[in-house]
């Protein structure tokens, strides 16, 4: 297993920046001793859903390896989850679900839609309007701006 993560917003870009970074500027998402010769894992949400990791070089150096991991298959835990993967397949008129359809900016969009119609005594109008108004592609940013202020009061993206 990889100990250390970064979560950052663009996969390659990021991966050549961390490689150039130290150890103590990384991000630590788990309870886990980093091990400095060992691979490492960059992922960011943004558009899509950018993977990359690195590894180190017989000569020390870190090597990037993008990757295409967010075109992997979605993978619902939950009855609320497989609604939403359900939901998604049937407005995008398709037959599988990718992880950054869930988890980038269009499937935050996509998620808080599915959530809206089941939960409509939760939405908050100021959202709805702040989304009516807004340019194509800001909508994950509004969604995501609305719920840090709303995470312990059960609105959707308050």
């Not at 090597?63 to 397949?89: A, N, Q």
Request: include cysteine; glycine fraction near 10%; proline fraction near 6%.
């Amino acid at each position: 297993p990889i100990p250390r993560r970064a979560l950052v917003e663009s996969s390659d870009e990021t991966a050549t920046y961390q490689r150039q970074s130290t150890m103590g500027s990384w991000l630590c998402v788990n309870d886990v001793p980093a091990e400095p010769d060992a691979p490492m894992a960059v992922i960011g949400a943004g558009t899509g859903l950018g993977e990359a990791y690195l590894t180190k070089t017989g000569g020390g150096e870190y090597v990037v390896w993008p990757s295409e991991g967010g075109h992997t298959d979605y993978g619902p835990r939950t009855r609320l989850e497989c609604e939403l993967m359900f939901d998604i397949k049937e407005d995008k008129g398709i037959t599988r679900v990718s992880v950054e359809r869930v988890v980038s900016g269009m499937g935050i969009l996509s998620a808080y839609r599915f959530l809206t119609r089941k939960f409509p005594d939760l939405v908050d109008p100021a959202v709805e309007n702040e989304l009516k108004r807004c340019e194509v592609n800001a909508e994950g940013e509004i969604i995501t701006r609305h719920a840090k202020k709303s995470q312990t009061d059960g609105v959707l993206a308050r």
